[in-house]
């Protein structure tokens, strides 16, 4: 992942997208919301789609970890 970034120096470790101060949880919240990709990017015009993108692949990430971790992906 790119475009997101992990550094205890920047937002106190909170997963942001490189190069910015907006935080993944922040993109996640506003899609969450009802805002469009296009929407959160008017609002924020410094992130890119591929930003808003790489923020949805970063949840997605952790919630199939934690899925395996909690058993709940059964094998096939």
């Given amino acids: 992942m790119e475009r997101i970034e992990v550094n205890p120096n920047i937002m106190a470790g909170k ?9 993944v949880s922040l993109v996640l919240n506003l899609l969450a919301n009802g805002y469009t990709p296009s929407r959160v990017i008017e609002a924020y015009p410094q992130l890119t789609f591929e930003d808003v993108q790489a923020a949805m692949q970063f949840a997605a990430s952790l919630a199939n970890m934690e899925e395996r971790s909690y058993g709940l992906i059964q094998p096939v």
């Fill in 15 to 23: 997963p942001v997208i490189r190069g910015t101060r907006i935080s």
